[in-house]
């Protein structure tokens, strides 16, 4: 089989390991697991089965399920079929999943019969999906394929999709093609997809195999969701280095007592997710009588990690290393730093590094130059085989982020213009600063702001809406809504985030709310941001 | 002295009232009942679970250890109330 030396699409990652070791255990979740061989030929029906259905080379297939073992077997599956795959935040609302799928024309999803529902009404809202697989077969199925069958849906069962016999057909991919969109909050209340390469995502993949050293003994966790960029790394790297993937259903991970004691059952010695829920461990998750010797790399991304609980989860596992990975998703990975073992007693902030091997950044300050020194500040650019193709659809996008290089080449060079300011530490490390727009950070998701008051004022008695994010040691960031409502019009504070909650995905509902008569104004006429943060802070609104 | 069924209903009572109106909840959920699946339909989160307790061991004086906070003591209205009066009773 082709990729096998030398791996240039994702799947051939999975392909080498299957040939040479299909005994090796590749993925666990809950009780069920699959061998290397085993997970490589299902995932092969299934592609098998979505070419037969009409699934051809870059065509985008969704998958919107709980996560479990099954939603790896999709994403390899779509991969092998020559398509992209594009994950649904499964708790996500059904408007927003339809937008995505009439985005970038999702004619073929993955589900399960749980989210049957759920795919109901993104089929009523208009997405134009023409096939569902329904990857877990129940009793009420029959029934529901033919009310699908009436709206010109057809559904195939799980039975029907693995029993295939056949191989995919060879697409005659290559690695520029795209492997995956991820969407992402977007500035105008419309998601954006983000357009990663197979090329993107394996140099991402390999170097960060080769940064933690996986091995075919690892267990790695994939604990965060399938449309969020971290994810990959577990579901990629680790089946390249031929090791063992665990994957943390959603729900799994709520109780940090409960996660630890998974982390000890199953023996998991790499860890990769955002801050937040390393913070919730190591407060609520009673490290301390667990026995966590095996966990020997532990990886956090998406956020700033704040040092004193940074601090505490090494006093508590103190034998693991620490790594600090920095990129937006448009970037997979660009930066990183390893936390020496006794940074506890120095650090006030924890650095994001120093560029990847064969990633490039620099930033540059406002008057034009590069950041060279201590001090001197700047908007960070990045440069190399991870950045993103593109946002899918949106060419005015990708021309605003996806820009020349601003340093002189002489051949076309395309760089990432982050909109992340950074500075330089003594030892030549690249510190996060901030954002230069409204975008910001929560439970280590990207959130835009304008993304929320864009569903706010969609309600009818709503006439102003601002969210302004008040900082939150565990999440990173709070949401905090200032309304101000239609004449005679009347809301509580519940039915606006009930409202948001059928919108926009939970960790973007504001988590509070004020309501005044008018929202202040600048002189220009905008809203008037800063005296509604000041105004907070002095206890003023807040309910 | 109120019995202890009657107890029950007014921790229910209490505890759905507060998840109704602090946590984020799908208007097709509402109202919540006694065996509303709280966690595998996505109405508590971690974050919410934390929020939860404090109320909890505010509102019934009880003290709440990490340990505690698993799903079957959370899972459901019922279920909270239920660890409650088990917490209270020892």
């Known amino acids: 089989m082709s990729g096998l030396a030398r791996p240039f699409l994702i799947q051939h990652l999975l392909e080498r390991s299957a040939s040479e070791s299909p005994g090796s255990m590749a993925a666990k979740s809950g009780a069920l697991q699959l061998s290397y061989g085993e997970l490589d030929s299902l995932a092969g029906r299934v592609a098998a089965v979505l070419q037969s259905t009409g699934v051809r080379k870059g065509d985008r297939v969704g998958i919107y399920t709980p996560k479990s073992i099954s939603s790896l077997v999709c994403i390899y599956a779509i991969l092998k079929s020559g398509a992209v795959y594009v994950p649904f935040d499964p708790d996500a609302p059904s408007e927003r999943l339809a937008f995505i799928a009439k985005d970038c024309g999702i004619r073929t999803l993955l589900s399960c019969s749980l989210k049957m529902k759920g795919v109901d009404g993104i089929i009523a809202k208009g997405a134009p999906i023409k096939t569902v697989v329904q990857i877990d077969s129940d009793a009420e199925e029959l029934s529901a394929k033919a009310s699908y069958e009436s709206k010109g849906v057809r559904v195939v069962s799980w039975d029907e999709a693995s029993r295939g016999d056949h191989s995919p057909k060879d697409t005659g991919a290559i690695e520029t093609d795209t492997a995956y969109i991820l969407y992402t909050s977007g500035s105008t209340g419309v998601p954006k997809g983000v357009m990663i390469s197979h090329r993107n995502s394996l140099a991402f993949v390999e170097w960060a195999a080769d940064c933690v050293k996986l091995t075919g003994e690892d267990v790695v966790a994939c604990h965060a969701p399938l449309h969020f960029d971290i994810s990959t790394f577990s579901m990629f790297s680790t089946c390249g280095a031929g090791g063992k993937v665990l994957m943390i259903p959603e729900r799994a991970a709520t109780f940090p007592a409960e996660l630890a004691a998974l982390i000890e059952r199953e023996g998991v010695t790499v860890w990769y997710s955002v801050p937040s829920v390393l913070t919730l461990l190591s407060l609520y998750g009673s490290l301390q009588k667990r026995d966590l010797l095996k966990l020997r790399a532990v990886v956090f991304a998406g956020e700033v990690f704040p040092v004193k609980y940074l601090r505490q989860l090494m006093s508590l596992i103190p034998h693991a290393r620490y790594l600090n990975w920095y990129g937006p998703t448009e970037t997979n990975v660009c930066t990183s730093y390893e936390v020496p073992p006794a940074a506890g007693a120095f650090l006030t902030s924890i650095p994001i590094g120093k560029a990847c091997e064969n990633t490039e950044v620099f930033a540059i300050s406002d008057d034009g130059k590069i950041v060279t020194r201590p001090g001197e500040t700047g908007e960070l650019y990045v440069r190399g085989p991870t950045v993103m193709q593109g946002y899918w659809g949106d060419q005015e996008k990708t021309n605003r982020l996806l820009v020349p290089n601003p340093v002189k080449s002489p051949v076309e060079d395309k760089v990432y213009k982050t909109g992340d300011l950074v500075t330089l530490d003594a030892e030549s490390n690249y510190l996060y600063l901030g954002r230069r727009d409204g975008m910001i950070k929560t439970r280590g998701y990207r959130v835009e702001l304008g993304d929320i008051e864009a569903a706010m004022y969609s309600h009818p008695a709503v006439r102003e809406a601002v969210v302004i994010p008040l900082p939150d040691e565990l999440v990173g960031n709070l949401l905090h809504a200032f309304i101000s409502l239609h004449d005679g019009a009347k809301l509580s504070k519940e039915e606006i985030q009930s409202f948001c909650g059928t919108k926009l995905p939970k960790y973007m509902v504001p988590d509070s709310v004020s309501f005044m008569t008018s929202l202040p104004k600048t002189s220009s006429g905008k809203m008037d941001r800063v005296t509604l943060t000041q105004g907070f802070s002095q206890g003023k609104g807040a309910a | ?90």
């Open chain 2, 1 to 90: 002295m109120k019995g202890s069924s009657e107890n029950d209903r007014e921790a229910e009572r209490l505890i759905e009232e507060y998840i109704t109106k602090e946590a984020v909840v799908r208007p097709e959920l509402l109202p919540l009942g006694r065996d509303t699946k709280l966690i595998e339909s996505g109405i508590l989160d971690s974050l919410s679970i934390l929020k939860l307790v404090a109320f909890l061991e505010e509102k019934f004086g009880i003290k709440v250890s990490p340990e505690d906070v698993v799903s079957t003591n959370f899972e459901t209205v019922g279920a909270i109330s239920r660890f409650i009066s088990g917490k209270k009773g020892t």
